[in-house]
């Protein structure tokens, strides 16, 4: 059972900057596929970016350019580097993991939740 704590949210200006941690812990952290989703109010659950334990990673087209996944495997620590924030990336960020080797960016398909994080960009 792996068991994933968000943190790093918060209140930032346009053109601002965030750093998002995602902490596991239980399981083979570094065997796991991680991902970073986000959900706007009304909206759906939209992946970000996704990082696999051969560092593999995968970014959604709104975010490539801005944002950077990592993992520091010794940690158990994901991170979401997100540079050149836009209002639009106003959302509650969650973390999650799904014991595979390959980085998917359907959210169903993973097995594990953080609690999430809420990131808000204003204008």
């Known amino acids: 059972q792996v068991q994933l704590v968000e943190s790093g949210g918060g209140l930032v200006q346009a053109g601002g900057s965030l750093r998002l941690s995602c902490a596991a812990s239980g399981g083979a952290f570094s065997w796991y596929v991680v991902g970073w989703f986000r959900q706007a109010p009304g909206k759906e659950r939209d992946f970000v970016a996704g990082i696999s334990g051969s560092e593999n990673v995968l970014y959604a087209d709104a975010v490539k350019g801005r944002f950077t996944i990592s993992r520091d495997n010794a940690e158990t620590t994901v991170y979401l580097q997100m540079d050149s924030l836009k209002v639009e990336d106003t959302a509650v960020y969650y973390c999650?993991?799904?014991?595979?080797?390959?980085?998917?960016?359907?959210?169903?398909?993973?097995?594990?939740w953080g609690q999430g994080t809420k990131v808000t960009v204003s204008s």
């Open positions: 999650a993991a799904r014991s595979r080797s390959l980085v998917d960016n359907h959210w169903r398909r993973y097995d594990y």
